[in-house]
């Protein structure tokens, strides 16, 4: 096997596993989206269930109103509503800033890739750059996944945390009112 044989069948095996981690960070972002659905969701069903059902306005007024509530019921019950009602905000903040449209790399640009390929020598050359655009849309990728990621990990934190508060703080309306 000549040595250029030997180049193209390197290159031809990169190119292909070059091509598979591009598919797998595309694969990855749509799992990380899919998740951020199911944290809305979730959300929305919280919000819904405990804080507009247990949580309601009248227990919350009268934590101000009735006089048999003492002062430290009262600084509980602000408390906890107030801490509530920031944690579920921050789910929902870090959720969306997952679905967020972000600058997710394509390959390259069809048009601009068709004049360098008719410009190049030999089909060695077309498939250098070929992996070369395929390692740099997946490392790229790879960045903007990772944040996501990050964002919704972030985002499940609170929403676990204001869904314990919520119904911490609804127990305490309920029994003080």
Known sequence: MSEQNKTRDLLVRQHEYFQYLFEQEQKRAVSIVGGAKVHIAFLVFILGSVLLRLITPENIIALFTDSTVGAMARC??????TLS???????????????????????????????????????LEVLSKSISDFAVATDRNNRVNNQ????????????????????????ILNISA
């Open 76 to 81: 509980i019950g602000v408390l906890m509503v």
């Open 85 to 123: 009602a920031i944690t579920l905000i921050g789910a929902a903040v870090f959720t969306l800033f997952v679905m967020k449209i972000w600058l997710y790399d394509r390959l390259c640009d069809p048009i601009v890739r068709l004049g360098q390929t008719l410009l190049m020598e030999d089909e």
């Open 148 to 171: 996501r990621a990050t964002y919704l990990g972030r985002g499940l934190n609170c929403l676990v945390v204001g869904t314990l508060l919520s119904i911490i703080t609804s127990f």
